[in-house]
T-cell receptor, first 114, second 113 residues
Framework: KNQVEQSPQSLIILEGKNCTLQCNYTVSPFSNLRWYKQDTGRGPVSLTIMTFSENTKSNGRYTATLDADTKQSSLHITASQLSDSASYICVVSAGRGGADGLTFGKGTHLIIQP | NAGVTQTPKFRVLKTGQSMTLLCAQD?????MYWYRQDPGMGLRLIHYSVGEGTTAKGEVPDGYNVSRLKKQNFLLGLESAAPSQTSVYFC????????????FGPGTRLTVL
């Protein structure tokens, strides 16, 4: 069964500090991996997409990495801001196609304290 | 360009009542989805559609029905609501199914008493 595990479940850091969120997956065949940001009371919004051949991708202060060999991805947030407080969801797409080919992680709830 | 909109934003039902949640998108996407999100469970796919007039079951379809009569609209129906259907419901649309970016609506918070 395809699975996506995220850690930690929740994280509290001070404004200005860096943090790294983890995503481990057992999805086969692998197509791509997305990180979504979900603000409280709103729908998720895509941050980055990683394909098999990509090791790292940045979107402003967000940097995602992918190790396809170990089936791990991380999302690194640099110089955190209060607006980074949100849940971050890792979603892995299986290569067989179809809308049910997506496997969602349960998310990491990040709180940035002033 | 409103993206994905959902109606209503909040609703309280009594057990056994019925209701329909409406999702609309203005991005001309072929694919649309309904998810529910519960604490500690993450997003789970209820039903989805790969085009006008087509629907398919997702991971947790029991107790729900859907219709896609127009390309831009995707309706989710609860025929006889149960307390277990208390959740936040999200609609999404995408250009492609295999890992295509999904654009989510703002959600509908449903409480069944």
């Amino acid at each position: 069964k395809n699975q996506v595990e995220q850690s930690p479940q929740s994280l509290i850091i001070l404004e200005g500090k860096n943090c790294t969120l983890q995503c481990n997956y057992t999805v086969s065949p692998f197509s791509n991996l997305r990180w979504y940001k979900q603000d409280t009371g709103r729908g998720p919004v895509s941050l980055t997409i990683m394909t098999f051949s990509e090791n790292t991708k940045s979107n402003g202060r967000y940097t995602a990495t992918l190790d396809a060999d170990t089936k791990q991805s991380s999302l690194h947030i640099t110089a955190s801001q209060l607006s980074d407080s949100a849940s971050y969801i890792c979603v892995v797409s299986a290569g067989r196609g179809g809308a049910d080919g997506l496997t969602f992680g349960k998310g990491t709830h990040l709180i940035i304290q002033p | 360009n409103a993206g994905v909109t959902q109606t209503p934003k909040f609703r309280v039902l009594k057990t056994g009542q019925s209701m329909t949640l409406l999702c609309a998108q203005d991005m001309n996407h072929e694919y649309m989805y309904w998810y529910r999100q519960d604490p500690g469970m993450g997003l789970r796919l209820i039903h989805y559609s790969v085009g006008e007039g087509t629907t398919a079951k997702g991971e947790v379809p029991d107790g729900y029905n859907v219709s896609r009569l127009k390309k831009q609209n995707f309706l989710l129906g609860l025929e006889s609501a149960a307390p277990s259907q208390t959740s936040v419901y999200f609609c999404a649309s995408s250009y492609s199914t295999v890992g295509g970016e999904q654009f989510f609506g703002p959600g509908t918070r449903l409480t069944v008493l």
